[in-house]
């Protein structure tokens, strides 16, 4: 089955240490995203690539990381300068232009 | 910066009862949008999208409109059943250069949908 594979589901982790949360998918979609989820809260969006070894800052990328070597991995880092990493981690990816995004199951992180 | 905001935070209707969820948007440069249903501890689920050049567009039980001229953006969803009941979110973007893929979401719309 295509789609977007992401890992853990659930992460816990202490304050002031990084964490990596994975992003595969078998789509062949050039451009893959990461989106963060407050409570009642929409989608925000923290980095995209549109393209295999590029990437760029979404609106709320202070704090984060990404890299994105291969065409089908966008991991991406929580590191310890984000103030509130707490947070539901959705990544998605996209085909041709005007095509809509495909979401993964998301990754719940707490950090405490 | 530009948002896309929702009217009604939660809407409640009976099974086999019509639903419109409402959506408002600022960027008049917007030439995309997309409706996404969301269950609980999952990701968006695409449901249907329009492009600025249109002003209707149908699915299987579900129907978007759009209004350009008051920037307004409805879904709407027939015969509405139980396993319809999830949050909902509309969503907007450009198609042009970088803004390709940027999507602003909506707050979201809670729909419960009641046996």
């Known amino acids: 089955d295509g789609g977007i594979t992401q890992s853990p589901k659930y992460l816990f982790r202490k304050e002031g240490q990084n964490v990596t949360l994975s992003c595969e998918q078998n789509l062949n979609h050039d451009a893959m995203y990461w989106y963060r989820q407050d409570p009642g809260q929409g989608l925000r969006l923290i980095y995209y690539s549109q393209i295999v070894n590029d990437f760029q800052k979404g609106d709320i990328a202070e704090g984060y990381s990404v890299s994105r070597e291969k065409k089908e991995s966008f991991p991406l880092t929580v590191t310890s300068a984000q103030k509130n990493p707490t947070a539901f981690y959705l990544c998605?990816?996209?085909?041709?232009?005007?095509?809509?995004?495909?979401f993964g199951n998301g990754t719940r992180l707490t950090v405490t | 910066g530009e948002s896309v905001g929702l009217h009604l935070p939660t809407l409640s209707v009976q099974e086999g009862d019509n639903s419109i969820i409402n959506c408002a948007y600022s960027?008049?440069?917007?030439?995309?949008f997309i409706w996404y249903k969301q269950e609980s501890g999952k990701g968006p689920q695409f449901i249907i999208d329009i492009r600025s050049n249109m002003d209707k567009r149908q699915g299987q039980r579900v129907t978007v409109l759009l209004n350009k001229t008051v920037k307004h953006l409805s879904l709407q969803i027939a015969a509405t059943q139980p396993g319809d009941s999830a949050v909902y979110f509309c969503?907007?973007?450009?198609?042009?250069?970088?803004?390709?893929?940027?999507?602003?979401f909506g707050q979201g719309t809670i729909l419960t949908v009641h046996p």
């Open positions: 998605a990816s996209s085909g041709a232009v005007g095509s809509p995004l495909h």
């Open positions: 969503a907007e973007t450009g198609l042009g250069g970088t803004s390709y893929g940027k999507l602003t």
């Open positions: 960027n008049s440069a917007s030439d995309y």
